[in-house]
């Protein structure tokens, strides 16, 4: 598998970027990696480091694109972008899938202006892995799509339950609806009717899910709109954070706090790492035509490795393959509940 | 200041919500109490416990409201519940403000059949206190209502800076919009929208704010539609819980961990109380003409006695009051904008 990664991309680009690309072609013999971005520099840092020459591969791209970037100025005038140009290899089939942990928006534009979308699929969405009291579950979408219809929910939900099958080895993945009380009843407009298609369509669903809930892990797929998704994952994220930092303050201003505090610091900082996004690895842009894994702008050298791993592992298993094959088969059973 | 307070709702009621009383009218000789419910019972419980007699009365309801209740029937059928009577006294000017911890739904559907919306609020809004590395804030909606207008936004953002400046002392309240980006562009098609209205009000506007920025506490109130604020609110419940339950795990795994929890035991005790809703006290249904405290199901002692200090802090600086002057001078100003 080939994967073409947006060397430029990120809050800790391109160091954190070589540094995945060269860990990751150390542990996988099946993976290469295209480095898109400013050659000189890129074969500079390269040269320095321990792997098998032959599995990286460098793409010069004179321009990088910043996290306040204007869309359409992107769009229009940064032709030679690293991120475009890796959206270019795989459209000419020079590589499997792409990897960016660059600014979110553009790179799903360029991925819906140079792949498209799946057959089948209205819109794309965001699916991010969040750790819970038991298993992860993906949440989704995060952010892709701010006003979504009920039938962009069900699409969401059946999308996840490809990735769940053929990524995460859940073969009847529970999905359930994110929403304000476990009624069907309960909800907005949007939630209300997409829990009657949700209900119809032929996946496990569980029902409505209150955020209280989430975390416990019951559920395999968590759907909602990406306004909605979007915020919940940040304030996740922010929500984190601050207890950790709250847990701390607490701990050191008791007396035998800081006696403790000395025993269990390494616990704390596993906890962070195992819940801190940016250490996760990505999120896969599902309902596009082909692989493309968002990663976090903080994104370690870790996160770049994993989402490299899983976007060989989604190219391979040919994810967006069987989303539109899925989306497809559901779709005359849905008409039908619609007519009946 | 006179709090009817519903003794029989709430998971730990009437135990709590008698205790929450004695413990109130022991702490402040300004508040009375008269509890609703049943009588026999009430009367029995009050018996053995210290408090100034004089200070808690005990109105007879024959009927009680359960947490799965649905909403018509206990409208139309359940005359005599204790949550009922409590709404009858304040309108008919014996008592000053409700405090509730019973179904939230149905409180809330009394408050507006029996008490109404204050003059110019078009929806009520629930506002929950919420701590974070800072102060506190003022997140709402958090479920009264499922689908907002932009101008509904608006009205939550003056009923919330009326709050802060009455109660919370904080004159010049920081007003922010939850948003997914900080750029006015940035959101969806309500909150874009809400965006250029709260502009425009005489307010302190604070401007978007992602979910990975509220609890930093930067601002005093954040605005958001009563679905997404329920999630978010319930969400973080979750998480904070799920996190305490993980980093326990984390720690007492470690081999220096168990020592280590001996010694910090104490204050992960303190942390949860501080964060925990069910110990924070209530939320004021804010915009009906009258004062109502809603209460989180799972309310201790602590929070049932600070719900009815706020209760009656609400009704003496008479909130609804401010609330409706604040809507009637934004209204003409607002309309100016839009023709504008």
């Not at 098998?52 to 769009?75: C, F, N, R």
């Not at 219809?149 to 999905?175: E, H, V, W």
């Not at 303050?249 to 008791?254: A, D, Q």
Request: hydrophobic share 45%; charged share 25%; with cysteine.
């Amino acid at each position: 598998m080939r994967v073409a990664l947006d060397a430029m991309g990120g809050d800790n680009a391109p160091a954190v970027n070589i540094e995945g690309a060269a860990e990751a072609v150390n542990e996988w013999p099946d993976i290469e990696v295209v480095l898109v971005g400013d050659g000189e520099l890129l074969q500079k840092e390269l040269s320095v480091r321990k792997y098998p020459k032959s599995k990286i591969t460098v793409l010069h791209a004179s321009e990088s694109i910043t996290m306040d970037e204007q869309l359409s100025q992107a769009l229009r005038r940064k032709k030679d972008s690293s991120i475009r140009r890796a959206f270019e290899l795989v459209k000419a089939a020079e590589a499997d899938a792409v990897v960016s942990a660059g600014h979110s928006g553009i790179t799903m534009a360029l991925a819906l202006l140079l792949i498209g979308t799946a057959k089948g699929v209205e819109r794309p969405a965001i699916a991010a892995l969040i750790p819970s009291l038991k298993k992860e579950f993906v949440l989704l979408d995060v952010g892709a799509n701010v006003d979504c219809t009920p039938q962009n929910l069900l699409q969401f939900a059946l999308m996840a339950d490809a990735y769940c099958r053929l990524i995460l080895d859940r073969p009847k993945p529970k999905i359930a609806l994110l929403s304000i009380g476990e009624e069907p009843t309960k909800g907005n407009e949007l939630t209300k009717e997409a829990f009657r298609l949700l209900k119809a369509a032929d996946i496990n669903f569980f029902g409505n899910m209150e955020g209280r809930d989430i975390f416990k892990g019951d559920a395999d797929v968590v759907v909602c709109d990406g306004f909605i998704g979007n915020v919940v994952l940040k304030s996740s994220e922010g929500l984190a954070e601050a207890t950790i930092k709250m847990l701390r303050k607490e701990i050191t201003s008791l007396t035998t706090g800081r006696i403790g505090y000395f025993f269990i610091k390494s616990a704390l900082k596993n906890f962070k790492k195992k819940t801190d996004y940016a250490e996760y690895g990505g999120a896969p842009l599902l309902g596009i035509n082909g692989t493309c894994i968002i990663c976090h702008g903080r994104s370690t050298t870790k996160a770049i490795k994993n989402a490299v791993r899983m976007a060989a592992d989604f190219s391979s298993k040919r994810v967006y393959e069987a989303i539109s094959e899925e989306i497809g088969q559901a779709q005359p059973r849905e008409k039908t509940v619609v007519a009946g």
